[in-house]
């Protein structure tokens, strides 16, 4: 009897244990933390692309994401404003403006236009 009292348990922890599972995982997939995911991942690119039109990338400093603006434009397809300070061509520091929208694909970005200005 207790052999079989042993497995119930064993038994009831595993289903509950699925179904925990299960409900995180299905709330990952919610249109809000796909569109959350997105933003990030927007802003991630939007750095690199930015990185890559400037004189000196290893000088960036970039805004913290929530100083910045990620807008969603279309679908996959946001719009990411914010600043960075780093050096311009004769060495001094300072701070750009820069607006880049991006195309957010499966495991990499696109960038489809960027502008950069100093204030």
């Given at each position: 009897m207790k052999e079989y009292k042993g497995c119930f348990i064993v038994i009831v922890v595993l289903v509950l244990l699925v179904f925990a599972i299960d409900k995180c995982d299905s709330y990952s997939r919610t249109p809000e933390a796909i569109d959350s995911n997105q933003k990030t991942e927007a802003y991630v690119y939007a750095t690199q692309f930015v990185e890559e039109k400037i004189t000196s990338p290893s000088t960036a400093i970039f805004g913290k994401m929530y100083d910045s603006q990620v807008t969603k434009i279309a679908e996959?397809?946001?719009l990411v404003k914010g600043y960075l300070d780093a050096q311009n061509r004769f060495g001094a520091m300072v701070r750009m403006n820069y607006k880049c929208e991006v195309l957010v694909?499966?495991?990499?970005g696109q960038c489809k236009s960027i502008t950069i200005t100093e204030r």
């Amino acid at each position: 009897m207790k052999e079989y009292k042993g497995c119930f348990i064993v038994i009831v922890v595993l289903v509950l244990l699925v179904f925990a599972i299960d409900k995180c995982d299905s709330y990952s997939r919610t249109p809000e933390a796909i569109d959350s995911n997105q933003k990030t991942e927007a802003y991630v690119y939007a750095t690199q692309f930015v990185e890559e039109k400037i004189t000196s990338p290893s000088t960036a400093i970039f805004g913290k994401m929530y100083d910045s603006q990620v807008t969603k434009i279309a679908e996959n397809t946001y719009l990411v404003k914010g600043y960075l300070d780093a050096q311009n061509r004769f060495g001094a520091m300072v701070r750009m403006n820069y607006k880049c929208e991006v195309l957010v694909l499966s495991n990499k970005g696109q960038c489809k236009s960027i502008t950069i200005t100093e204030r």
